[in-house]
């Protein structure tokens, strides 16, 4: 029993760490996600005629794979800029 709630706490631990380390790229999916529904919401497709944004859930889905993109890319910049002032110092 003991050791079961160690594997558990240990486990919790991770998805701490893992949520720490990518809070940035979280952010940005979520703020995808709802901009994708928002999308859908106000300006959709009420013939039905467009894939992405005739259902709503086609339309967040894709504003949250927006979000990654944008939000890898954003990642990607932070980590050279610190990696070049880190270098000049």
């Known amino acids: 029993m003991i050791a079961r709630l160690q594997d558990c706490k ?3 631990m991770s998805m701490k760490e893992f949520i ?3 809070k940035l790229l979280i952010i940005f999916i979520i703020a995808g996600l709802a901009g994708g529904f928002l999308y859908w ?3 959709g ?3 039905g005629s467009c894939p ?7 339309s967040t889905l894709f504003g ?3 979000g ?3 939000g890898s890319i954003i990642e990607d ?3 050279k800029f610190r990696k070049k002032r880190n270098a000049g110092e």
């Open 45 to 47: 497709c009420l013939t």
């Open 68 to 70: 990654y993109l944008i």
């Open 77 to 79: 910049l932070i980590a």
């Open 41 to 43: 919401k106000f300006v």
């Open 52 to 58: 992405v944004k005739s259902v709503w859930y086609l």
């Open 64 to 66: 949250g794979l927006i």
């Open 10 to 12: 240990i486990h919790i």
């Open 20 to 22: 720490k380390k990518n």
